[in-house]
């Protein structure tokens, strides 16, 4: 599919859809310093098939969107993402969001509850990263070590960037079920090629402002939520996902055991599925 840029906020953000306008819309929305190139083509194509307006973009500093010279905050890329329905004449999405942006799916839901349709949180959580919630797990002290044993690359040599990708993705996938390492090696590769920066991106989004808590307004949500979560996620344990749950007034919770951090290719015949069941017209 062809890439778009969309002037939104004052920056420029490169976007892709599949499907037709008519259908209903899915805005996907990835983690932090993710491009959008890790929603897969063939994951896009399958929601667009079953009828969906799919919608994947590089968020700020990502990908091949502009990279701001100030810092960011989490609302920022809620009116980003608000800007960007504007701009494609989308009164209401479906919204996923994946870890970091399944946080700004949140605040999309609670601070503009009329442009959301439902929400999907896969690998997400209610809080943000450090928050003092005695009840919400932080990554193990093993996996919080294995992160800081890995050496930055040479971002200039794309050989050594993907590398890079693929030894975090290695720690993200956990202990249950062992990493499909082609598979991982064609993300990091994709990720890559398709990032302008990925230094800066990977350096901006560390630094991102989350604001002020938002778990305890989620009540607020007015409109049916999925929550997505691997069984063996180490970043964001599953008591994430439960904690959700125990927020949100109308939610599903769907555990794969086995999954860790990131959404698999093995996990689609699931996850697809119950996504469109979750969507369908009500």
Known sequence: ???????????????????????????????????????????????ADAGHHVVRFDQ??????????????????????????????????????????GMVAQLLALDHPDRVATLTLIASSPAAPGADDSDLPPPSLRVRAELDDVDL?????????????????????????????????????????????LATAMHRHSELDYG??????????????????????????VAHAWALARALPQVEVLVMPEAGHDLDRVDWPVVIPALLRHTAPR
């Not at 499907?19 to 929305?29: C, K, N, Q, R, V």
């Not at 700020?60 to 329905?85: C, E, I, K, M």
């Not at 002020?212 to 344990?237: F, N, T, Y």
Request: charged share 25%; hydrophobic share 45%; proline share 7%.
């Open 60 to 101: 700020r500093d990502t990908g091949r969107s502009s990279v701001r010279l100030d810092s960011s905050s989490l609302a920022d890329l809620v009116d980003d993402a608000v800007g960007l329905l504007d701009a494609l004449d989308l009164k209401r999405a479906h919204v996923v969001g994946a870890s970091m942006g």
């Open 153 to 197: 690359p040479d971002w200039d040599d794309p050989a050594s960037a993907a590398i890079y990708l693929v030894e975090l993705a290695t720690i993200r996938a956990g202990v249950v079920r062992p990493l499909d390492e082609d598979a991982a090696r064609r993300m990091a590769e994709r990720i890559v090629a398709h990032s302008a920066d």
């Open 212 to 237: 002020s808590p938002w778990r305890k307004r989620l009540g607020e949500v007015a409109v049916p939520v999925l929550v997505v979560h691997g069984g063996a996620d180490p970043v964001l344990p």
């Open 1 to 47: 599919m062809p890439h778009r840029w969309i002037r939104v906020n004052g920056g420029i953000l490169c976007v892709q859809t599949f499907g037709a306008p008519t259908d209903p819309a899915l805005l996907l929305i990835a983690g932090s310093a993710a491009p959008m190139t890790v929603w897969e083509d063939e994951f896009c194509q399958e929601l």
